[in-house]
């Protein structure tokens, strides 16, 4: 064998030991598939180019809600690493759509209310002034499905109001409450805080007080059929990262305990 055809075959076979390396999905389309709830929306998106990279990988998200998303990964729909509540994540992994191991959990806010800009002032640092706003306001807007529905249900309960927000109740799709609220298509919004700081043209006039309040917990996993674990993993770390941190706080998020 020649000098030259011993050359083409080391060339070739290093050629082929570095593709190895290459995660399946960076061989195949050079992106990773994210399915990610709406509450870490913005700080995902401010981060999006440096996560890319330091990936070295095109970040293909989508976002809507954490069980609008959880149904589509149970009925197959496929994904590399899926943001959703801790709870949702537990179920997935339970069904084997998500690796037990690579849950992490990175991130967590409160509910909040909001308004368009400039038009209202309000003291929510109790109950009972919480309370009058929402009964003096015309139209309440938050999300039918959203991971704040629960606790904005519990805290309308506890303040006796129920049937009185009712009537004024406007239940939208995913992500659109905070928006129409900035349109002025309705006076308040309830919702997760990192849902309203980042939108424009909208007033985050406070969280809920203590006695109402919940905070929402979000979680990472890499789906069990990815093509591309190491990336997935290299993803899930970089979220844990400092650079992160900085943009969750930026957004009304903050760090969550592992």
């Not at 954490?66 to 509540?85: C, H, K, Q, V």
């Not at 979000?218 to 069990?224: C, N």
């Amino acid at each position: 064998m020649s000098i030259r055809s011993i050359g083409l075959l080391g060339l070739c076979w290093g050629a082929l030991t570095c593709l190895s390396l290459i995660p399946a999905t960076a061989q195949n389309s050079g992106e990773l598939r994210v399915l990610s709830s709406n509450g870490v929306r913005a700080a995902v998106e401010d981060m999006q180019e440096t996560l890319e990279q330091a990936l070295g990988l095109r970040l293909d998200i989508e976002f809507s809600t954490a069980a609008a998303l959880a149904r589509r990964i149970e009925s197959g729909e496929p994904f590399d690493i899926a943001i959703l509540t801790p709870a949702l994540i537990d179920t997935l992994v339970e069904s084997q759509k998500i690796t037990a191991d690579s849950k992490a959990n990175f991130a967590r806010t409160g509910i909040g209310v909001g308004a368009r800009a400039g038009t209202v002032q309000a003291d929510l640092s109790t109950l009972q002034s919480m309370r009058e706003l929402l009964l003096a306001a015309e139209s309440v807007a938050f999300t039918a499905e959203g991971q704040s529905r629960a606790a904005i249900d519990a805290a309308f309960e506890r303040m006796g109001i129920t049937d009185a927000m009712r009537g004024k109740s406007v239940l939208l799709g995913p992500g659109q409450a905070p928006g129409a609220v900035a349109a002025g298509e309705a006076e308040l919004v309830l919702t997760l805080i990192s849902e309203i700081v980042p939108v424009e043209g909208l007033d985050l006039l406070g969280p809920f007080p203590d006695e109402v309040q919940s905070y929402v917990t979000f979680a990472a996993g890499s789906s069990t059929a990815t093509r591309a674990e190491t990336a997935a993993r290299a993803l899930l770390a970089q979220l844990r990262a400092p650079a992160m941190t900085q943009a969750l706080e930026a957004q009304g998020l903050e760090r969550a305990s592992p």
